[in-house]
Nanobody, 125 residues
Framework: QVQLVESGGGLVQAGGSLRLSCAAS????????MGWFRQAPGKEREFVAA????????NYANSVKGRFTISRDNAKNMVYLQMNSLKPEDTAVYSC??????????????????WGQGTQVTVSS
């Protein structure tokens, strides 16, 4: 099992930026694909972004393309989500997740087997 702890959430005005971090511990982190998902009140969890085990491949939801950037530092067991040009509709609890799938970058939550508790991001208009 991989333990994941998110940080960096908070309250920001529309147009602002936040950087989320996810610290991983436990079994081998370097060989696993990492993803970020979010869930707003009353809505289903949705995919945000994911990065391959070596950082060379990424996948983004259409709603965040060009605004969010996912990255990882395998030496530090960290994954990051840089969020720019934030909108009120980005308000949600953001969770990082990991999957042993490493032949492609999954976007479905059922592909991921370990999850963090999440961090709240609130964007005011």
């Amino acid at each position: 099992q991989v333990q994941l702890v998110e940080s960096g959430g908070g309250l920001v005005q529309a147009g602002g930026s936040l950087r989320l971090s996810c610290a991983a511990s436990g079994r081998a982190f370097g060989g696993r694909t990492m993803g970020w998902f979010r869930q707003a009140p009353g809505k289903e969890r949705e995919f945000v972004a994911a990065v391959s085990w070596n950082g060379r491949a990424t996948n983004y939801a259409n709603s965040v393309k060009g605004r969010f950037t996912i990255s990882r530092d395998n030496a530090k067991n960290m994954v990051y989500l840089q969020m720019n040009s934030l909108k009120p509709e980005d308000t949600a609890v953001y969770s990082c997740a990991t999957t042993p799938v490493n032949t492609y970058v999954p976007t479905t939550s059922t592909s991921y087997d370990d999850w963090g508790q999440g961090t709240q991001v609130t964007v005011s208009s």
